[in-house]
Nanobody
């Protein structure tokens, strides 16, 4: 069974840090880019960070310089280190990957982990 399981969310004060983890099944982790999304109440889900199979990364402007995405291929795990957290970072965070190309591609999602930043 293909799975993605996030952990590491919680309640933190503004300026604090959290590290999210996402363990994925090897079959969907090894050869694919891994992504972190977030969705705040009443807002659309937004892409936060991407890490390619080779390790190159990209970030949303709102988190550049504060968040760092990384991956451990031996552990099938992707991380999101979040520093200098702000109340506007409050959201449910999801890991995601897309397997395949074009019409046959499929998205896989974790169950989400809640991050709440208090002011």
């Amino acid at each position: 069974q293909v799975q993605m399981v996030e952990s590491g969310g919680g309640l933190v004060q503004a300026g604090g840090s959290l590290r999210l983890s996402c363990v994925a099944s090897r079959s969907i982790f090894s050869n694919n880019a891994m992504n972190w999304y977030r969705q705040a109440p009443g807002k659309q889900r937004e892409l936060v960070a991407v890490i390619m199979r080779g390790g190159s990364t990209n970030y949303a402007n709102s988190v550049k310089g504060r968040f760092t995405i990384s991956r451990d291929n031996a552990k099938n795990t992707v991380y999101l280190q979040m520093n200098s957290l702000k109340p506007e970072d409050t959201a449910v965070y999801y890991c995601n990957t897309k397997v395949g190309l074009g019409a046959t591609s499929r998205d896989y999602w974790g169950q989400g982990t809640q991050v709440t930043v208090s002011s």
